[in-house]
């Protein structure tokens, strides 16, 4: 099987999801593209920032609404190395993000394709096109890695 090189976007996600790792935070990388180029790029830091919202989509989001200046994030994708929780899709819809890459699924707590799918609810105010798998292995290496340390 040929295996293609991951976009930079998504490897920029898993660099990101590695420092997470080296602070002590599960493994979860983001970043925001506009325009084809990486505007914003975060990793998880519930515990080093003492705040449980301070998932790596949010952070990335956070950071790409303050760079642009403005609440809505129009035109801009979301690189994520791991599923969007409830909590980070609801985040996903109010900023309007226009697509959203995610790496590896997570049946547990995961909120697009599995659990609440929050895009797809009667309610939803924005779905963005979303497409998954691409780093899946090396995104779930990662997270297998350090729950196994943990263990």
Request: glycine share 10%; charged share 25%; net charge negative.
């Amino acid at each position: 099987m040929t295996r293609w090189p991951l976009p930079e976007p998504m490897r920029a996600a898993l660099a990101a999801a590695a420092q997470a790792e080296a602070a002590g935070e599960v493994p979860i990388g983001a970043v925001i593209v506009k325009d084809g180029v990486v505007i914003a790029a975060a990793h998880n830091a519930p515990r080093g920032d003492c705040d449980p919202t301070a998932h790596a989509e949010v952070m990335a989001i956070r950071a790409a609404a303050r760079l642009l200046g403005q609440e809505r994030l129009t035109g801009c994708e979301l690189w994520v190395t791991l599923e969007p929780c409830a909590m980070c899709a609801g985040a996903i819809v109010h900023a309007r993000l226009e697509r959203v890459y995610y790496a590896a699924s997570d049946p547990k707590g995961g909120a697009v394709e599995h659990g609440a799918r929050v895009f797809d609810a009667p309610g939803c105010l924005h779905r963005p096109e979303v497409y998954s798998g691409m780093g899946e292995s090396e995104a779930a290496e990662l997270l297998k890695g350090f729950f196994r340390e943990r263990r």
